[in-house]
């Protein structure tokens, strides 16, 4: 059964750090680009960061220099650091996974809430 568990949100204040986890279980997982996307109220969805089987990385705009991707292909685990976090990265953030060789092969998980507030 393939499964993408999302941890490690909460509420922070601003100039806060938060680190989101992405746990897989059920496939292949050095085999899949994984990313983190994010969903504010009222708002459509975006991409935030991807990191590519091959650990390539790159970025939302309005997060360069602010957050970090990783991936622990030991662990399953895609990692996404977020650091001098603003109101503005308020949203629900949720990990993907695209098979490297079918985009059509994909799985999303829950998502995690992230509140950066005072």
């Known amino acids: 059964q393939v499964q993408l568990v999302e941890s490690g949100g909460g509420l922070v204040q601003p100039g806060g750090s938060l680190r989101l986890s992405c746990a897989a279980s059920g496939f292949t997982f050095r085999n899949y680009h994984m990313s983190w996307y994010r969903q504010a109220p009222g708002k459509q969805r975006e991409l935030v960061a991807s990191?590519?089987?091959?650990?390539?990385?790159t970025y939302a705009d309005s997060v360069k220099g602010r957050f970090t991707i990783s991936r622990d292909n030991a662990k399953n685990t895609v990692y996404l650091q977020m650091n001098s976090l603003k109101p503005e990265d308020t949203a629900v953030y949720s990990c993907?996974?695209?098979?490297?060789?079918?985009?059509?092969?994909?799985?999303w998980g829950q998502g995690t809430q992230v509140t950066v507030s005072s």
């Open positions: 990191i590519s089987a091959n650990s390539s990385t």
């Open positions: 993907k996974a695209v098979y490297r060789w079918s985009s059509t092969l994909a799985y």
